[in-house]
Every structure is written in structure tokens, then in C-alpha cells.
């Protein structure tokens, strides 16, 4: 059963930078779109930015310029360096293929507070 384990959350003053990782289990993840989601309370879980297998890359309109999502297909890794953090970017942050979705981790909690 292929697994999804995301780390690196924490608290980070508005400005900050966290750097979040995403270990996948099993042989598809060479070859599939990798995406980060994000979940705030009381709200849906959202496309943060995406991966091509190549390293292309998209992000949502509102992480533009502040994060960049990178992959390490040797070590089954996708990356979400963030900076000029903001208190709205305080979500849980999931990792997933952006098609055929496996069930979701734990996510790992990012707070963006003062």
C-alpha cells in the first residue's frame, strides 16, 4: 500500500520561511504529477502548487512568488520551500498525486502567527 508522509510544520512569524517535505512510498511516484493541498479550518482543502515528474511547475495564485514546490524522484520526495509567509497561509499541508489520489496522511501543521 503506497503512503504519503508529510513533515516539516511548525509556527513561523509573518515573513518566515518553513520547508515542508513529502516522503510517497511505492514505484509510481517517477511517474505521476505530485501536487501540496492545504486546509484551513472551516475551509476546503485547496491545490497549493504542482510537480510534473520533469519538474514543471504551477503554483495557485496566492503562493506566486513566495513558495516553490521541487521533487527529488531518486529518494520518492516532493519539497515545499515557503517564505514571506502570511497568517492566511496557516493550514494543514498535505502532499498527494494531482490525479488517482491515494488516501490522504497526516498532514503537517503550519501556523503563521506573531
Known amino acids: 500500500q503506497v503512503h504519503l508522509v508529510e513533515s516539516g510544520g511548525g509556527v513561523a512569524q509573518p515573513g518566515g520561511s518553513l520547508r515542508l517535505s513529502c516522503a510517497a512510498s511505492?514505484?509510481?511516484?517517477?511517474?505521476?504529477?505530485m501536487g501540496w493541498y492545504r486546509q484551513a479550518p472551516g475551509r476546503q482543502r485547496e491545490l497549493v502548487a504542482s510537480?510534473?515528474?520533469?519538474?514543471?511547475?504551477k503554483y495557485a495564485d496566492f503562493v506566486t512568488g513566495r513558495f516553490t514546490i521541487s521533487r527529488d524522484n531518486a529518494k520518492n520526495t516532493v519539497f515545499l520551500q515557503m517564505r514571506s509567509l502570511l497568517p492566511e497561509d496557516t493550514a494543514v499541508y498535505y502532499c498527494n498525486y494531482l490525479r488517482n489520489k491515494i488516501p490522504w496522511g497526516q498532514g503537517t501543521q503550519v501556523t503563521v502567527s506573531s
Open positions: 511505492g514505484s509510481r511516484f517517477i511517474f505521476d504529477p
Open positions: 510537480v510534473t515528474p520533469v519538474g514543471n511547475e
